[in-house]
């Protein structure tokens, strides 16, 4: 096995590494008469904990480094196939191997975890034929399929599953969305009505080929590194999950089905959607011994004990019908001192049928768990619009999204508890950037806050793009929050600052 | 094994309507075009003087039912043309320093003709040098041909001849669509609304024609002379609105009607690679209050998203003009959004860069001074319309125009911020077939003068009717896109 996939990670740095000094490394060129794009990017990180605290590093905590490539080749007029690959390396591993606080504190052993993605699945990232004769587009293979209108709360976008082992804001899109063997049909039929400017009907159908769940953050510094959650327990940490989950058994079971009707019309754009699957994250509940120690790391360095949780779960069925609009605000486009710009407002709603979560019984310490049902309700809408402030900047705008979320669980039990959700649940996302120097120069602030639980994430970034190949990206992370042991409040020992260069082909 | 099998099921499913579509595409127009590789293996970037419109004629592109469909008798458009206008561009010119005659300049000859200060666009003359920090598109050499006659394809002219005093404009000198049914609606702009006239002959423009496919290639330049942006685009587009050269004439289709849509337009980035993927489409309204649909398909979403057309004033990603400078000029001429003063400020003889006829027009490379070679001049007769924008919060105070006098086609166009700085300027060197009375896109030269930066818009077009609804609509971006 380990040979396999060493031999997977020699062919992938390989391919890299002829594509990218290959003097024919050219955005298009003809193969066999046929236009073959290739594209790719290397991005080097290195991020470094402000904090010294067990479940930190004060220092070099994490030096990621992404390798992508990416092609797409038309076979013919209607058929093109796209393939892209990525490797990604945190040698954070290898940098602080004789550091002896990274050693003391169980980094090294969440190495297999986080040090090189060297499954089939992360290497290959998409790998997709699309075929697109007259009014249709079929598309099958490895694929990404995004559903909603919101750019930062995913409410419909449920069919891809997402890797946040190494925290919320990763560096670039394609290390977050993991693709998944889908089927997918489009028809959009030629329509005749002049209120009505097109029509979609989006049919999407996962065989679970290969059952790729979300990849969450783990528990405890040698599973999770430096992103595992310090959980509040009294004199303890939270160590490693021993977790029995049950996956859906490959093509038998896990099947999913999704339907979208889309339409662009008066001025709107409108979706509704309905599916059929597995959620992506799986419903857990504690099992026998519960929480314990495991022999040989019993302490932490720090003295405390390190208990580790036993689960027992499965990915349950998520069953939801939902619709989105974006329309733009037209009268605001009149205030001409803020640009003259309408803002677009995107909407979006779902409501899941029997949702399974873990009920748990807060007399019991919240051990004592069961798995309960609930409608899920789930609503948000994102406001993007640009406008001037032109006494900071007077010759580019300021583009503004704001976003706000909210959750409700139909039937949230009257004694029992739901961890980490309440009945209503609501999230605020806003984000101010804007550029300098003809684009070179993009300063942004992100800021994430939950309300239930008062805490708060910060991205301040600051990103100076040399040019079309090389951009250079200084920024920072802040966590805060005032209800120990939630949401964001976890995380507050996670404080970084990072610089990242990127170089990107085609 | 059950699962398999629903799953092959779905697949034979799947099937059914492909095999009932591919007999309707049998029917389907053959789709002609070619891909930026091609375009670059025929024309280099940079310091390749080959005739491309030579190597790559329309005549060789496309095929020849379309083709023979699209060219007219020369003698026929220019005396039709001539008569839709009142005047052939040869007469018109030969009066200001007329020492200065057909032949072959250098900018060391400036001494010993000074003729050509008071021939040339104030900023055509400061080009007209070695090239040099901080902008790009300079030229050291000229050579100046003679007057030639530009005229339209027979069915513009027609249109135009058929239409003429036909379309109107309001109390404010805002036309009054209506009223417009095809041609060029103010072939002898006239009276107190004139520059208005001249701006809607621009705007109901036949540049590249009304069905095109185009590629494009766009290249920025720092103030050092090296390259900090390389990208490119294929862009299709139909005219909605007055269509005469290919059927259906007059609207597109009955939406196109009802919505009073002008123009449809679909583009894919084929690069850098992060705009790699992205596609949008916009259709533009012909009514001046309402805005513009804009789709957007993001790369990195997977995702389409509605975007506002009023987002107009910001930079395009790498390049030195805002949305509302596709073309030169394309903002919507609105009394209530951003409105303009009009005025011609000048109607006169310049010596101005001529379209290529054979394409062998080209830029050396950063390292040569990234001038421009085998640029023609030719005395043209050229209206000059100054906008100024009554609202201060524009981003110009003031755009000046050149314009054609017997094409009406923009010629060069600079702008300036509100503090009345010379902000960005576009210099237009299109290609003109005489076969087909066309002139469309080929090159262009823009400049920031605030940021120090300048860029390059370079490309192919080939008229193409089999540019349908389908290639601009949103199914369309998505199959272009990533």
Not at chain 1, 131 to 142: E, I, L, N, T, V
Request: overall charge neutral; glycine content about 8%; aromatic content about 16%.
């Amino acid at each position: 096995m380990k040979k396999r996939k060493l031999l997977m990670f020699v062919l992938m740095a390989g391919l890299i590494i002829a594509l990218t000094v290959s003097s024919a490394f050219a955005e298009e060129f003809s193969v066999l008469g046929r236009p073959l794009k290739i594209f790719g990017f290397a991005t080097q990180e290195a991020a470094f904990g402000l904090e010294n605290k067990y479940d930190s590093e004060n220092g070099l905590h994490s030096a990621l480094m992404n390798l992508f490539v990416e092609g797409e080749y038309q076979i013919t007029k209607d058929l093109k196939f796209y393939g892209s690959g990525m490797l990604t390396v945190d040698w954070a591993y290898q940098l602080n191997a004789n550091r002896d606080s990274w050693n003391d504190r169980l980094f090294p052993k969440s190495r297999d975890n986080l040090n090189v993605d060297d499954k089939y699945w992360q290497l290959l990232k998409e790998a997709r034929l699309t075929w697109s004769p007259g009014d249709f587009m079929f598309r099958a293979g490895k694929q990404i399929v995004s559903w909603g209108e919101l750019l930062a709360f995913r409410i419909m976008d449920q069919i891809n599953p997402l890797d946040q082992r190494r925290g919320f804001s990763d560096i670039e899109f394609e290390t977050t969305i993991i693709p998944i063997w889908l089927l997918r049909a489009d028809y959009n039929p030629k329509i005749k009505l002049s209120w009505l400017q097109d029509l979609g009907f989006e049919f999407v159908y996962n065989p679970n080929a290969d059952f790729i769940p979300n990849q969450d953050l783990k528990s405890g510094n040698a599973d999770g590194g430096i992103w595992a959650p310090n959980v509040p327990i009294s004199g303890a940490h939270l160590a490693t999950t021993y977790a029995d989950i049950r996956t859906p058994e490959r093509w038998k079971e896990g099947n999913e089905f999704g339907l979208r009707v889309k339409a662009n019309m008066l001025g709107a754009m409108t979706t509704l959607n309905f599916f059929y699957g597995r959620d992506n994250s799986p419903v857990a509940l504690f099992a026998p011994p519960y929480m314990s120690p495991v022999p040989p790391n019993i302490f932490a360095s720090d003295g405390k004990v390190l208990l580790h949780p036993f689960q027992e779960g499965k990915y349950p069925l998520l069953k939801f019908v939902g619709a989105t609009i974006a329309k733009e605000i037209t009268p605001l486009s009149a205030v001409s001192f803020l640009g003259g710009v309408a803002p677009v407002v995107y909407l979006e709603a779902l409501y899941a049928f029997d949702s399974t979560f873990a009920f748990s019984n807060p007399l019991s310490g919240g051990v004592i768990q069961r798995f309960g049902k609930s409608d899920d309700f789930r609503t948000g809408m994102e406001l993007a619009w640009k406008f001037k402030i032109p006494a900071l900047n007077p010759r580019a705008y300021f583009s503004f999204t704001g976003e706000f979320f909210y959750r409700r669980i139909m039937n949230y039990p009257s004694f029992e508890e739901i961890s980490g959700l309440k009945t209503n649940n609501y999230q605020t996302f806003l984000s101010v950037s804007t550029s300098y120097f003809h684009n070179k120069l993009n300063p942004s602030l992100t800021w994430i806050h939950d309300i239930n639980s008062n805490s708060d994430y910060y991205i301040p970034k600051l990103v100076y793009d040399l040019d079309y190949h090389w951009h250079f990206t200084l920024g920072a992370q802040f966590f805060n929050g005032t209800k120990k042991g939630q949401l964001f409040q976890m995380f507050d020992d996670k404080n970084e600052i990072f610089f990242k260069v990127a170089y990107k082909w085609g | 094994m059950k699962k398999a099998k629903v799953f092959v099921m779905c697949l034979i499913v799947f099937s059914i309507p492909l095999v009932m579509k591919i007999q309707v595409l049998r029917g389907a127009e053959k789709e002609y075009k070619f891909t930026v590789e091609e375009f670059l293996k025929a024309k280099a970037d940079f310091d390749d003087p080959r005739p491309v419109l030579k190597d790559m004629s329309f005549k060789k592109m496309m095929p020849p039912e379309v083709y023979g469909k699209l060219i007219y008798d020369v003698e026929e458009m220019k005396k039709l043309w001539a008569e839709c206008i009142g005047f052939k561009s040869p007469d018109e010119v030969g009066k200001i320093a007329p020492e200065i005659k057909p032949g072959k300049y250098s900018y060391m000859d400036k001494g010993k003709y000074p003729g050509l200060k008071e021939l040339m666009i104030p900023a055509h003359y400061e080009m007209f040098n070695p090239g040099k920090s901080p902008h790009a598109g300079n030229f050291p050499e000229i050579e100046v041909v003679p007057t030639r006659q530009y005229y339209w394809s027979t069915p513009i002219a027609k249109a135009t001849k058929e239409n003429m005093g036909r379309t109107k404009l309001d109390s404010e000198g805002y036309i009054n669509n209506d009223t417009y049914v095809a041609g060029y609606p103010f072939p002898r702009p006239s009276g107190g609304f004139k520059g208005q006239q001249i701006m809607y002959n621009w705007e109901k423009r036949y540049f590249s024609g009304e069905n095109f496919y185009m590629v494009q290639r766009l290249l920025g330049f720092t103030k050092g002379l090296g390259v900090d942006f390389d990208g490119g685009i294929y862009w299709l587009q139909i005219r909605l609105h007055g269509r005469a050269m290919f059927e259906p004439y007059g609207w597109y289709d009955k939406r196109a009607q009802d919505q009073k849509e002008a123009t449809g337009v679909a583009v894919a980035y084929f690069a850098p690679r992060d705009s790699f993927g992205n596609a949008f489409n916009i259709v533009y309204y012909l009514d001046r209050d309402r805005f513009d649909n804009w789709l957007l398909y993001i790369n990195s979403l997977r995702r389409v998203r509605k975007m506002t057309a009023t987002d107009c004033q910001d930079a395009v990603g790498g390049q030195d003009v805002i949305y509302e400078d596709r073309d030169g000029f394309s903002q919507k001429l609105s009394p209530k959004r951003y409105p303009y003063k009009f005025e011609v400020i000048a109607e006169r003889e310049y010596l101005v860069p001529a379209p290529t006829w054979d394409g062998s027009l080209y830029m050396t490379s950063p390292s040569k001074g990234l001038e421009l070679r085998n640029i023609q001049f030719e005395r043209r007769p050229v209206y000059v319309v100054q906008l100024t924008q009554q609202d201060p919060n524009y981003v110009y105070s003031k755009r000046i125009i050149y314009f054609d006098k017997e094409t009406f086609n923009l010629l060069y166009i600079e702008n300036y911020d509100q503090k009345k700085r010379l902000y960005r300027n576009l210099l237009m060197i299109p290609c003109f077939n005489p076969e087909m009375g066309l002139l469309l896109f080929f090159d262009y030269i823009m400049r920031d003068f605030l940021d120090l930066h300048s860029g390059r818009g370079r490309g192919y077009t080939l008229p193409a009717p089999w540019v349908t609804r389908d290639h601009i609509d949103m199914s369309g971006i998505v199959k272009m896109g990533k």
